[in-house]
């Protein structure tokens, strides 16, 4: 592959925006992203939407044209990857596989979702087709309950603690409280996490991530061209993405997922780096105990640690391998189809130095882990300074 | 037909389909075959490594009960 980089990122806020819909929020990040990336619509080659319900949460298909006729771009290839919450990560995924194979010099990937005009109820019902339908789910199997027992299986096999899983909750918050663009900027103790109202025991609210709206946009451009277009251009160093079972219960181990495993594996091989050497990352937080587990799968800490180590500080701001500082899908939000997007968007706004309080001293290479479903989809993309 | 629980959990906050039954209890059973199955628990609450019974299946959900 050719090198790629990212020459320009684009958000809006996360949270709940009664008066805002699928369209405006995507025109916001994508107008916020040409103008970071100093590119004119008809620069655009190709357009990635990556949506996870649109047609479910908003009642509208047929979104990837949809979005980018909105944002000016006309004529050129648009298409919507779902992946459930690794959508977008996906998108960007193939973009990048586009760029680097020569195809284009120029594409948009966009994130999006609307979810909070839907209730409670409802959103748990749409997030849940994003399992086996035919097998979990139909047993009264929810997201929460997934991981719920992906937790309890974890605490059985490991040690595992409730207090640990608070632990990433509570550094995540704190992550959260700092960013302007995040939806709960929320300070929350140990002792609150711990007597969340139950969702799925062992999880608590305050182990689940966040029903929010809200859009992320990124330009990819080849190498090459990047500094045309930016004087900042971060370096996608290696990507991959893998799969595996939609259920759980086709799994032989829950405790560790080997979409990521293989994803990382391969990510690291393309960009010749080793999990020791990645400075900082945004991990997919859907619930505690998946940042738990994709510290341990990533090979940041040893098998079973991951509890233990989030409880010391290992990723904390000011600990050995930072993790969330944006404040992760627990405080930031999770717009399902734009957290694969906003995940890079974070990770560049970083290297670029541009994090405000949450910059870190050392950010020169970061990761960004998307996991889609119960583990089914993973990307795992490297990002570092060109 | 018996199994034991590989994991499980009581769910408090579900879809509108499962509202009237919170909360309750969803397992990954594994079965004496080796076969997984996702089903539900019935009686009383099961924990990780029990050995429960399957006592029915409707609409292809199995329901299991803790065996005495």
Redesign the interface.
């Given at each position: 592959m050719r090198p790629v980089a990212v020459v320009g990122a684009g958000k809006t806020r996360f949270g709940a925006f009664p008066d805002r819909d699928l369209l405006s929020l995507s025109v916001e990040a994508g107008e916020k992203c040409l103008q970071n990336a100093h590119v004119s619509p008809f620069q655009v080659e190709a357009f990635y939407l990556g949506n996870f319900a649109g047609p479910s949460f908003v009642g509208q298909n047929h979104l990837a044209p949809y979005v980018s006729n909105a944002l000016q771009i006309h004529d050129v290839p648009a298409t919507r990857i779902e992946a459930a919450c690794a959508s977008s990560g996906s998108a960007f995924f193939h973009a990048v596989s586009a760029v680097g194979a020569g195809l284009y010099d120029v594409v948009m990937v966009l994130g999006v979702e609307k979810m909070t005009s839907q209730s409670?109820?409802?959103v748990?019902?749409i997030l849940?087709s994003a399992g086996d339908c035919?097998?979990?789910m139909?047993?009264?199997?929810?997201f929460?309950?997934l991981f719920?027992?992906?937790a309890?299986?974890h605490m059985?096999d490991f040690g595992t603690k409730r207090e640990h899983l608070a632990a990433v909750s509570v550094k995540n918050h704190a992550n959260g409280a700092l960013n302007p663009d995040a939806h709960l900027r929320k300070v929350i103790t140990l002792e609150q996490a711990l007597a969340g109202?139950?969702?799925?025991?062992?999880?608590t609210v305050y182990d689940c991530s966040l029903i929010s709206d809200g859009a992320a946009a990124v330009i990819v451009a080849a190498g090459d061209r990047a500094r045309d277009f930016s004087d900042k251009p971060v370096g996608v160093l290696g990507i991959a993405q893998a799969s595996d079972h939609l259920?759980?219960?086709?799994k032989s181990d829950?405790t560790t997922f080997s979409a990521v495993k293989s994803a990382a594996r391969k990510a690291y091989e393309m960009a010749g780096v080793h999990p020791a050497d990645i400075q900082f990352g945004e991990l997919h937080d859907c619930f505690t105990i998946a940042e738990i587990i994709a510290l341990e799968d990533l090979g940041f800490v040893p098998r079973g640690q991951g509890g233990p180590c989030s409880a010391a500080g290992f990723t904390a701001r000011g600990g050995a391998k930072p993790m969330n500082t944006s404040g992760g899908l627990k405080s930031k939000g999770h717009p399902v189809g734009a957290t694969g997007v906003a995940q890079i968007c974070d990770v560049v706004q970083q290297i670029r130095g541009e994090a405000g309080e949450r910059q870190l001293a050392r950010h020169s290479l970061g990761l960004a882990q998307n996991l889609g479903g119960s583990g089914a989809t993973c990307v795992v993309s490297i990002l570092g300074e060109l | 037909m018996m199994g034991a629980v590989?994991?499980?959990?009581?769910?408090?906050?579900?879809?509108?389909?499962?509202?009237k039954?919170v909360p309750?209890q969803?397992?990954?059973v594994t079965l004496e075959s080796g076969e997984?199955?996702?089903?539900?628990v019935e009686g009383a609450r099961v924990s990780?490594d029990d050995r429960v019974v399957l006592t029915e299946t409707r609409?292809?959900?199995?329901f299991f009960r803790k065996s005495e």
């Open positions: 409670t109820a409802r748990t019902e849940a035919g097998g979990e139909k047993a009264g199997s929810t929460p309950s719920a027992m992906i309890r299986r059985h109202k139950m969702v799925a025991d062992p999880l259920a759980l219960d086709q829950i | 590989y994991t499980e959990t009581v769910v408090y906050s579900a879809p509108p389909a499962f509202e039954d309750y969803v397992a990954i997984r199955v996702t089903g539900r990780i609409d292809g959900v199995p």
